[in-house]
């Protein structure tokens, strides 16, 4: 096709040439004798050279994408978190109400206690019409005054200013404590030297010990020499007792055998030890003497029991017992005197001065406790406690006002002045939401509405609303709900109900029937924590905002038109609350005057491409050479 054709000669005269500027002539050439046959084949094919000039278009334009990609910019507007109130409104339609009767229902369940007026009694705004029986929310009420006064005098006493009389107090605690300390120090030095010098008791008596069990237990003395004494015990018994003399034997000569090595080791530890060794050398002999003095206890125990077991036997039979007999039994009951002797005073040194270690920790923490105590009246209290304190009595306050609430529901109120209807109350009956207490008749206007399920169950008796009126454009009142209604109506699948809301200011330009617009004060949460509602990211079931770790910095922080960051924020998770559509309540995972993302938007922008620079940078006229000025090519 001449189209084509025309590019496919451009193209090889190009490549003849070698360059744009090199053969330009030839380029014209080319291009007005193509131009002529091209203008003639689109006459004659309209249809297949539009299509022609698309594919181009098309073709030029995915080429350009190619060669100047675009990046997206992302821009930061940022915010801190404050502190403020958060009012959450539920907004309905109806109509004022042509009756002026309204059905009173009790606001929570339980016994009458006492009914306050009677049939055709004129009532006002307010006025309690019955009691419920409610000990327990009373208590409760009792119990949050009770923690708000607890909360507001620990904020007083943090508070309070230091005085002279504290100040000296507390020096003079620091001082004890290092006087103390100082004590204790030297009684711990006196421990280890009395811990020493109980070690240096214990192996003057410990050798002589171990002597003289191993000559009562394998010397030869009660034989004449032809065997171990502790085998003559065991033949002389074998034959009376034959299971107790050989376990007798066996147990005895074991327990020997284990006193025997753990002296041997103990005793050449002690050997190595010195005036001069290290404390920690000390306790450590202190633990490995006493268990060696316990296993040579047990030895020399087993041995005396043993012998003893002799000395029956043979008198039990009407034999006379070994004379060696008695006199190992006085020789080990001296030394197990001994050995309880050394056990109790090593042990004693080593409760001293685990003892007295546990006194010089417990006084350096008076002496850091009572130095921080100091710093705190001299400098005042941390920013931080008081803000926490401050915290603590405003939910403490919630607290209160949640439970006064609460009970408030127990008394049964007028809603607006008039004259009690109907009612349906005596002592001792059942009531709950359901059950219509009485009727009130008024003068004052009412505004009927119907509200979704999911708005319904916000709204509650006494919450505040303001009313418009298509008919009056200028005209706003205040009102209060008076009436929910326990039960819905259903139509179409959608469960509604009815709410009646009580003018408390009257306008005579309101009549009956006509449209009324209610902004109902479903909730007010006054000194939270908010965030503008566009900041809440929300994931699944888990809910964030956006907030740059750590926070930035520098004058285009304040900017209202954004910032750039070449790093992205951290998602932070929190609870949210309520919120006013423009703001949302945090109640937990930020802190007031954090930093955070308010929104975000992205931009494209062009880049420009090395290919792309290179051309702009070419100069001359088109296909021209930089500085060359080349030919323009008309086609």
């Known amino acids: 096709m001449p189209i084509l054709r025309c590019i496919m000669s451009v193209l090889e005269n190009l490549h003849k040439s070698g360059s744009f500027i090199m053969n330009p002539s030839s380029l014209l050439v080319s291009g007005r004798t193509y131009f002529s046959a091209t203008k003639k084949y689109a006459a004659a094919h309209k249809i297949r050279s539009i299509i022609i000039a698309i594919v181009v278009i098309a073709v030029c334009y995915w080429l350009w994408g190619v060669t100047h990609p675009a990046t997206t910019q992302t821009t930061y507007v940022l915010t801190t978190v404050k502190t403020g109130t958060i009012i959450s409104t539920v907004s309905g339609s109806g109509q004022v109400s042509p009756s002026n009767e309204v059905t009173i229902n009790p606001q929570a369940s339980g016994q009458v ?17 019955a009691y419920i029986s409610a000990v327990g929310e009373y208590n409760a009420v009792q119990s949050a005054k009770a923690s708000l006064q607890s909360a507001q005098l620990s904020l007083q006493k943090l508070q309070e200013p230091a005085t002279t009389l504290s100040l000296a107090q507390d020096q003079d605690n620091i001082a004890k404590a290092q006087a103390s300390l100082v004590t204790d120090q030297t009684d711990l030095q006196n421990a280890y030297s009395t811990a020493y010098s109980d070690i240096v008791s214990t192996y003057l008596d410990f050798p ?18 032809s065997q171990w004494n502790l ?4 033949n002389a018994t074998i034959n009376w007792d034959n299971t107790d003399a050989l376990a007798g034997r066996t147990s005895t000569y074991a327990a020997y055998t284990t006193a025997v090595a753990s002296y041997d080791k103990a005793y050449a530890d002690y050997q190595l030890l010195t005036p001069s060794s290290a404390t920690s050398s000390v306790t450590a002999m202190i633990d490995e003497s006493y268990s060696s003095l316990q296993d040579m206890q047990n030895a020399l125990n087993a041995m005396n029991s043993y012998i003893q077991f002799y000395d029956n036997i043979i008198k039990n039979n009407n034999q006379t017992p070994n004379a060696e007999a008695a006199t190992s039994i006085t020789t080990l009951s001296s030394d197990i005197t001994k050995v309880d002797s050394h056990l109790s005073a090593l042990l004693s040194d080593k409760n001293q001065i685990a003892s007295t270690q546990q006194a010089i920790v417990n006084d350096a923490a008076s002496i850091s406790e009572g130095q921080d105590t100091l710093q705190q009246l001299q400098t005042g209290p941390d920013p931080l406690d008081i803000q926490s304190d401050q915290l603590n009595i405003q939910q403490q306050q919630d607290a209160l006002q949640q439970a006064e609430d609460n009970l408030a529901n127990y008394t049964i109120s007028a809603p607006f002045s008039g004259t009690i209807a109907d009612l349906n109350l005596n002592v001792g009956d059942t009531v709950s939401s359901g059950t219509n207490a009485a009727t009130l008749i008024t003068t004052q206007d009412l505004a009927d509405l ?18 418009t009126f298509d008919a009056i454009p200028n005209l706003t009142l205040t009102g209060s709900v008076v009436d929910v209604s326990p039960l819905g109506a259903v139509t179409s699948g959608v469960v ?4 009646k809301i009580g003018f408390t200011t009257q306008d005579p330009r309101v009549k009956a029937s006509m449209t009324v617009n209610a902004d109902i004060q479903a909730a007010v949460h006054s000194n939270v924590l908010t965030v503008p509602a566009a900041s809440i990211v929300t994931q699944g079931s888990a809910t964030y905002v956006r907030a740059f770790v750590p926070a930035l910095t520098g004058s285009a922080v304040t900017s209202t038109t954004g910032v750039v960051s070449a790093t992205a924020p951290q998602l932070i998770p929190v609870t949210i609350g309520i919120s006013d559509n423009t703001n949302t309540e945090i109640d937990s995972g930020l802190t007031s005057g954090q930093q955070i993302v308010s929104r975000s938007s992205s931009t494209g922008a062009a880049v420009t491409t090395t290919a792309a620079a290179a051309t702009s940078r070419a100069g001359g006229g088109g296909f021209g050479g930089g500085g060359g000025g080349g030919a323009a090519i008309r086609l």
């Open 208 to 225: 002589s010990i171990q002597s003289q069990l191993q000559d009562i237990e394998t010397g030869t003395e009660a034989a004449k020499g």
């Open 496 to 499: 509604s109900y009815a709410i």
């Open 231 to 234: 085998d003559f015990y065991e």
């Open 450 to 467: 119907s509200l979704n399920e999911v708005d319904a169950a916000k709204v509650a008796v006494g919450q505040q609303a303001t009313l």
């Open 113 to 129: 206690s006492e009914v306050l007026v009677k049939d055709g009694q004129q009532v006002t705004t307010g006025q309690p019409l």
